[in-house]
């Protein structure tokens, strides 16, 4: 079946390093995603992985991704308090045009 | 950068009333897509099209039916909202990767 999970919560010390994981169920998924969503807002892409990657760096952000363990990950270098959002985590796959999102993991930048 | 721009950020509405919510996109995508985003949830998705007139189901379609009469376009129709169809709706679109969203629509319905 189609299920993306998600820790719920997830609380830094500006400056640090955030790591976000998900795991997924379905291995047809060709992509994998994260989504940022603000209070109110709706969602912004922060960045995308097709499934025969392993890892992509965009700046502050690093995605990992573990095929085999049906596992992703974000990590946010040097993280900021304006990175304290909900963060989602979605697949599509191969078949479909739909995503299937994580609940959110909601990341606390502390001062 | 792609806008995906949803006609209203708030709407109220009484049960029973039909509903339109309108989302517009600048980018001449293909597809466009209705997600429902309930508190503590991620969005699930409630309609797509993938062109002009062409529509198909997501995962929670009842209660809702859907507009593609103009490529740039895609309406949400609530036919005799309910209380239980109070949620944030929000709206996306492609062109292959990825989905870009809107800012969302907070729909109550009292």
């Known amino acids: 079946g189609e299920d993306v999970e998600q820790s719920l919560f997830l609380s830094v010390r500006e400056g640090d390093s955030s790591v976000i994981n998900c795991t997924y169920t379905?291995?047809?998924?060709?992509?994998l995603y994260w989504y940022k969503q603000e209070p109110g807002a709706g969602l912004q892409l922060l960045t995308y992985?097709?499934?025969?990657?392993d890892m992509k760096q965009d700046q502050r952000l690093t995605v990992l991704l573990n095929k085999k363990d049906k596992h992703l990950s974000l990590r946010i270098a040097d993280t900021q308090t304006g990175d304290s959002a909900i963060y989602f985590c979605?697949?599509?796959?191969?078949?479909?045009?739909?995503?299937?999102f994580g609940s959110g993991t909601r990341l606390l930048v502390r001062p | 950068d792609v806008k995906v721009t949803q006609s209203s950020r708030y709407l109220v509405k009484r049960t029973g009333e039909k509903v339109f919510l309108e989302c517009v996109q600048d980018?001449?995508?293909?597809?466009m897509f209705w997600y429902r985003q309930d508190p503590g949830l991620g969005p699930r998705l409630i309609y797509f099209?993938?062109?002009?007139?062409?529509?198909e189901k997501g995962d929670i379609p009842e209660g809702y039916s859907v507009s593609r009469e103009k490529k740039e376009r895609f309406s949400l129709i609530l036919e005799s909202a309910s209380t239980n169809q109070t949620s944030m709706y929000l709206c996306a679109s492609s062109q292959g990767q990825p989905q870009h969203f809107g800012d969302g629509t907070r729909l109550s319905i009292l």
């Open positions: 099209s993938y062109d002009v007139k062409m529509k």
């Open positions: 992985i097709f499934s025969n990657m």
């Open positions: 379905d291995s047809s998924s060709t992509y």
């Open positions: 980018m001449d995508h293909e597809n």
């Open positions: 979605a697949e599509r796959m191969d078949s479909s045009y739909k995503l299937i």
